[in-house]
Nanobody, 115 residues
Framework: QEQLVESGGGLVQPGGSLRLSCVDSKSISSFNAMGWYRQAPGKQRELVAV???????NYVGSVKGRFAISRDNAKNTVYLQMNYLKEEDTAVYYC?????????WGQGTQVTVSS
C-alpha cells in the first residue's frame, strides 16, 4: 500500500507562487506516472499535470506556462511549482501515483488564491 502525503498548500494572493510536494513512503522510481489533480467546489476533479517515469510531462491547458511538475526519485518526491496563481486555481490539490495498474491517492492539500 502506497502512502502519498502532500504539503505546501495555503493562502496566496493572485500572482503569487506556491510549491506543492508529494512524498511517498517508499521509492517512486518504479512508478509509471505521478501527478496532480485538483477539485474546486462544485466542480469535477481535473487533471492538472502528470510526469512519467521517463520524465515526460503534460499539463492541462489552463496551467501551461505557469505550473511545472518535477520529480526527485532520491527523495521519493514529486513537486508542483505553481507560479502566477489565479483565483480560479483555488482548489484542493491531490497527488496520485500509478503503480502496477493501480492508482494511489494522497489526502489532498488546499490551495486558496485570494486577495
Amino acid at each position: 500500500q502506497e502512502q502519498l502525503v502532500e504539503s505546501g498548500g495555503g493562502l496566496v494572493q493572485p500572482g503569487g507562487s506556491l510549491r506543492l510536494s508529494c512524498v511517498d513512503s517508499k521509492s517512486i522510481s518504479s512508478f509509471n506516472a505521478m501527478g496532480w489533480y485538483r477539485q474546486a467546489p462544485g466542480k469535477q476533479r481535473e487533471l492538472v499535470a502528470v510526469i512519467t517515469n521517463g520524465g515526460s510531462t503534460n499539463y492541462v491547458g489552463s496551467v501551461k506556462g505557469r505550473f511545472a511538475i518535477s520529480r526527485d526519485n532520491a527523495k521519493n518526491t514529486v513537486y508542483l511549482q505553481m507560479n502566477y496563481l489565479k483565483e480560479e486555481d483555488t482548489a484542493v490539490y491531490y497527488c496520485f501515483a500509478d503503480y502496477r495498474g493501480i492508482r494511489y491517492w494522497g489526502q489532498g492539500t488546499q490551495v486558496t488564491v485570494s486577495s
